[in-house]
């Protein structure tokens, strides 16, 4: 019996050698997907980041586009006035010419009378 005993012992070191083999090689890929986990999980919160980053930037840029949008509206409106004020200007001009003309035409009508 001793030597089954021992080929019996031998073959369950054997098994028990085989399984802390097996066991360092789950442990090595365990502490493998852990890095790999904790790296997923940095380019995962720096991505959150980013899109918070994003989403600042996306509502400075509508804020921005009303903005533009207000002044170019008021641009419109001012042109609009500028012309308008141009064309009052203008028609100010020639009524002052024809009255000055007017005001010329009687001093001389009032020189040749006196």
């Given at each position: 019996m001793t030597k089954e005993y021992e080929f019996k012992i031998g073959a369950i070191q054997l098994e028990k050698d085989k399984s802390?083999?097996?066991?360092?090689?789950?442990?090595?890929q365990r502490?493998?997907?852990?890095?790999?986990?904790n790296k997923l999980r940095a380019i995962i919160d720096d991505s959150e980041g980013l899109r918070l980053e994003l989403e600042k930037e996306q509502e400075k840029n509508r804020d921005f586009s009303k903005k533009m949008h207000k002044i170019e509206t008021e641009l419109a409106s001012n042109t609009s006035l500028e012309q308008e004020l141009?064309?009052?200007n203008m028609k100010l001009k020639n009524e002052l010419s024809f009255t000055s003309h007017e005001i010329q035409k009687l001093k001389e009508q009032l020189k040749r009378v006196i």
């Open positions: 802390d083999d097996r066991l360092k090689a789950f442990e090595k502490e493998e997907i852990i890095k790999e986990n141009t064309e009052i």
